[in-house]
């Protein structure tokens, strides 16, 4: 596991930019990126997150974390009970799911016959 302060420093030098230009890029003091750096003030959160956008990586990434994968199996409508699907700001019902789920095989077993083409 990388040091978080030895990753931010890698992640700005493979970058190519100074720590002033890092800085000054997402509006921190310089101080805070060399103690950042040298492992001497802990990140605060919203820090991170701009850390985090700023090299174009996820927070989990920074922290060394696995980023977190669900897996949700349409053709298993129990494996829904703890999420609300939406679509246009709207739940969808057991049977809508369903009705996609289908659709969705129904273009897969068709392949690129199913493609538009304009």
């Known amino acids: 596991m990388e040091?978080?302060?030895?990753k931010i420093k890698r992640l700005r030098e493979?970058?190519?930019v100074s720590p002033e230009k890092l800085a000054d890029d997402i509006g921190f003091a310089k101080s805070?990126?060399?103690?950042?750096e040298s492992g001497k003030k802990q990140i605060s959160v919203?820090?991170?997150a701009r850390l985090a956008?700023?090299?174009?990586?996820s927070v989990d990434n920074l922290l060394d974390r696995e980023e977190r994968r669900i897996d949700l199996d349409l053709q298993n409508l129990t494996s829904f009970a703890d999420y609300n699907l939406l679509l246009d700001d709207k739940p969808l019902n057991h049977d809508e799911i369903a009705e996609a789920?289908?659709?969705i095989k129904v273009k897969r077993r068709?392949?690129?016959f199913g493609m538009a083409t304009s």
Do not use: I, N, P, Q
């Not at 040091?3 to 030895?6: E, G, I």
């Not at 805070?32 to 950042?36: F, P, R, S």
């Not at 956008?53 to 990586?57: G, I, S, T």
């Open 101 to 103: 789920a289908s659709y």
């Open 46 to 48: 919203s820090h991170l």
């Open 110 to 112: 068709m392949g690129s």
């Open 14 to 16: 493979e970058k190519g």
């Open 3 to 6: 040091d978080l302060s030895k």
């Open 53 to 57: 956008d700023y090299f174009e990586v």
């Open 32 to 36: 805070t990126v060399w103690a950042y």
